[in-house]
């Protein structure tokens, strides 16, 4: 079961809406003005989170659930995207609440197929997205949606991995040290920024020392491609949770934190995860090559500008911003490419086999 | 002739000469993250095939996984490739008994560090 092509539609109306309010944010207008770039700006990370990578990873639980109804979800949270970015706040915030609620329903599907420990770890994920979208719509005081929302990705990205640390041997406590470094990471949402962090950083080294990438990463092809995606990932996410905790501790290092984790971290597992899942959710086919590694090294090129020389100033920092978005950019004319490249192979067999 | 199989990696109950080319079919299907074939991961539960139709047994290592479908189809595009015409192929995907580590093959589990 496919998703229908609105669903993705959606979602990448919130990625463009994000990504303009996040280069606004630096001071670049590449896609003009109006009131509309205000509210990109303002809701940059609800775009980012929920609009986009909220609907991409509901998309890809409806495609795995099979019913038809779990594709309500990417339709709800893509919509809140939509509606944020029209200055329909409060609506566009229900909506959002509306998609995190219609999750935990989805994931509850999946926990009555299999009760594992990463479907569970799925359903905490889903329950961080509700949270968040809560404090979002009722801006309770003192309670931000933002690491709730960032809770979502990675316990969805730990659940993940988790699964497939299944085919190696695990080593003794490996388990039961992830949900406790887990479960300091709900407790730092909830009361404390520098403990937050921390779990961050140490679910980075637990990642770094368990995950199979390290053997995969000795393959070929793809699966090697996807390895370094991950290992990258989680030498950002060990940077993201130490300048979260700086952050709270008064450190002026709150844009290295939310980009490590958000660009560093989860985009380059969708980098990673993109050729494999993009057929899943959209049907659409693609040929690897190791073309892919080149937007995966502008990211982290374009993120280290941003973070080390970008700390410095405002025009360094801007620049990083830019060389980020041209990374986003240089990835989807990669799998455009990809695509086109897969077609054209898949005619030219066919030729063959006609011809023999 | 038409033998049940205990030397395959999963149950085989069909004819013989369809046995090497089934087996090396679903080999053909990979999972792409680990650059492993569905049968070294041990996806495969069973296969039988009668004279109007194959059918496949076989699961995933998680029920929320989105590739799901793509293997599916790859199974069944590989198997189209080898099995006579007019056969239908039918892919049952099931959850129980789960899949667990033990299911791996030698060679996945060399790979693998075990």
Sequence with gaps: ?????????????????????????????????????????????????????????????????????????????????????????????????????????????????????????????????????????????????????????????????????????????????????????????????????????????????????????????????????????????????????????????????????????????????????????AGVKLQYGRRFYAPLALLHLSLLVRLVPGHAGPALRALGGLLNTAALALFVLTLMAAALLWRARKQNVGVVRQKA | MWRMSVDLPFPYDGPGALREPVEAALRRVVDPELAMSIVDVGLIYGVAIDATQARVTLTMTSPACPVIEVILDDVHDELGRVLPEGTTIDTQLVWEPAWNSDRLSARARLFMGW
């Design chain 1, 1 to 281: 079961m496919r998703a229908p092509a609105l669903l993705p539609a959606l979602a990448v109306a919130a990625l463009l809406g994000g990504v303009a309010g996040g280069l606004a944010r630096l001071g670049l207008t590449p896609f003009g003005q109006g009131d509309w770039l205000g509210r990109a700006a303002e809701l940059h990370g609800a775009l980012m989170i929920c609009g986009f990578l909220g609907s991409v990873i509901a998309l890809e639980r409806a495609v795995a659930l099979k019913q038809r109804w779990a594709f309500a979800v990417p339709l709800l949270s893509g919509g809140a995207g939509l509606l944020l970015l029209a200055g329909w706040r409060d609506a566009g915030a229900a909506l959002g609440v509306a998609a995190a609620l219609g999750f935990v329903g989805v994931n509850v599907q999946i926990l009555r197929r299999q009760v594992l420990a990463h479907t569970l770890l799925l359903m905490a994920g889903a329950l961080c997205w509700l949270v968040g979208s809560v404090a979002f719509a009722l801006q309770p005081p003192g309670m931000e949606p933002l690491p709730w929302w960032f809770a979502l990705l990675v316990l969805t990205i730990a659940a993940e991995r988790l699964e497939m640390t299944r085919l190696m041997r695990r080593r003794p406590g490996a388990e039961a040290s992830l949900y406790a470094v887990l479960t300091l990471l709900l407790i730092g949402a909830a009361v404390s920024g520098a403990l937050y962090g921390a779990a961050l950083a140490a679910l980075a080294v637990w990642l770094l020392r368990h995950d199979i990438a390290r053997r995969t990463v000795r393959a070929h092809g793809l699966s090697r491609y996807m390895a370094v995606c991950l290992l990258g990932g989680y030498g950002w996410l060990a940077v993201a949770g130490l300048a979260w905790s700086a952050t709270s501790l008064g450190w002026p290092l709150r844009d290295a934190a939310l980009h490590a984790l958000g660009l560093g971290f989860v985009f380059s597992m969708v980098m990673g995860h993109a050729p494999v899942i993009l057929p899943a959710i």
